[in-house]
């Protein structure tokens, strides 16, 4: 299996910044993506922003473009989510996923195609 170990969530003011961490352990080495989805109080679980292990290609949702920025460190195995210009609808639980399938043909937005699951952070966001 994969452990998740998420850090980094906090309270900030409305145009601050936050820098989320996701060590990954265990049997990581298929680890086909890693990513990050958020939820709010009574609503989904929605996706946020992913980054492929080889290669390093990335992807965003179109509420966080331009703010976000998702990167990751091979060495330590680990992803990264910077978060500026934070909003008060950026609050929400923040989760990383992998997906440790290395099969080309899914949808990296997808929750459906990860297969482990940080415990999730809190993100919250004042006006």
Do not use: H
């Amino acid at each position: 299996q994969v452990q998740l170990v998420e850090s980094g969530g906090g309270l900030v003011q409305a145009g601050g910044s936050l820098r989320l961490s996701c060590a990954a352990s265990g049997r990581t080495f298929s680890s086909a993506a890693m990513g990050w989805f958020r939820q709010a109080p009574g609503k989904e679980r929605e996706f946020v922003a992913a980054i492929r292990w080889s290669g390093g290609s990335t992807d965003y949702a179109d509420s966080v473009k331009g703010r976000f920025t998702i990167s990751r460190d091979n060495a330590k195995n680990t992803v990264y989510l910077q978060m500026n210009s934070l909003k008060p609808d950026d609050t929400a639980v923040y989760y990383c996923a992998v997906r440790s399938a290395r099969r080309s043909d899914y949808n990296i937005r997808l929750l459906r195609e990860y297969d482990y699951w940080g415990q999730g952070t809190q993100v919250t966001v004042s006006s």
